[in-house]
């Protein structure tokens, strides 16, 4: 057997100078029956593999000594395998991979041989190797099959097809389906390794490449995050600013005070049970809360003002919906909410301001609003009477279905029990006079509860 992975060799003159105790007579290249002294040593197995040898004449083992020969002899390195490059040579005629084999071992390689592409794939299993070069006609496995499974199962591992002058087109087909490379027989053993060299610098800079992405991959995804935490952080601040505008306004109509906030949370409870969106949640509660934003433009002796409003004065009152919805269609994030605020006086038949829309025309948010708006009108306290209790109002809810409100809406609000909406209102009453901040790791006031179902 030949010693796998040999480099260079010492000249005799070299060898003898090193090591004259030694006692040999000649040297010579590496052979398939491995290396010896001419006429005295003849191997059984390479060292590598522990084998013996017998020096004729002296009748002593010899091993050992042709061992520590070896290690002796600076120049001559045998391959590494844990350091050099490992290729595995698999043909059906032996000394076709031992001659190469021999070459790749002197130019810094690791190298193993086998048969065939069965004991191939065995190989393969068993140790690493960096590169494997194959014939492409061999029984049984061909080089074409060891390709496939070796892709496959391999796919960091170089391949270079070895073919005849005649079959330079399967080559070809070959390098389509995965080779990196094709040798053409009989090998040019310099250009084989040149080869060799190359295909293993392509997959290392293949494994480069991937680790790049990889790690490009890792940054992206870290940047999404901290641009996801960004925005959720924007968005908190938004709110911080709609609560504070509709505290504002709340402070202006005395008589309304806590309305926004528990319309706003009236509307959520009926929207998560008609099945609303988390998206369509967060354009609802704002809706819902800025819904009178407008009246910031409606002079106090309209809005403030006790008796009952004159022609004029209802005309001016009810631009507070256009007014509501320039200010906050300006805005994109609140955009889809300034249609809630634009409609939510509209009214299921047709009779409502400022457009007129009728049924599903109105924005589902806006139907949803004119339902939540009524029940914490009738609820709420007013100069001219006493809060009504939650049952009246929902009979007056019931009596509008099909003409002020949705009967959709007015079905799924009956469903909720009035347990519901007392408990908003006791919320809402304990936090009256003083903007609400969320208790840490608690949801936010308006997006915080469009998510929490």
Known sequence: MSLPGMVSWQSKESAEKKIPSAGWPAWQAPSNAGWAAPGKCKQSASPQSGGSSKCEGL??????ILALTILAIGDIKMGDGDSNPRVLLVDDEPPVWELLGEKLGRSGFYWRGCSCGEEALGLLEREHFDAVISDLNMPGMTGLNLLKETRKKYPRLAFLMATGEDDLRVAVEAMKQGSDDYLVKPFHLDAAVGSVRRALEKKQMELELEKYREHLEEIVDQRTRQ?????????????DTLEALGAALDLRDTETAGHSRRVSLYCLEIARAMGCTSEQLKTIARGAY???????????SILLKEGKLSPEETTVMQTHVRIGYELLSRIPFLAAAAEIVLAHQERYDGTGYPQGLMGEEIPLGAR?????DTLDAMTSDRPYRQALPFSTAREEVLHESGRQFDPDVVRVFLSLPEQVWENIRRTVAGVRGRMMRPAPGGPRPLVGEAQVQ
């Open 368 to 372: 949803i609003f004119a339902v939540a």
């Open 227 to 239: 641009l996801q935490i960004a925005v959720k952080r924007i968005e908190h601040t938004y709110d």
């Open 59 to 64: 009748n002593l083992d010899c091993g050992p």
């Open 290 to 300: 800025l819904h009178d934003i407008g009246k910031i433009g409606i002079p106090d």
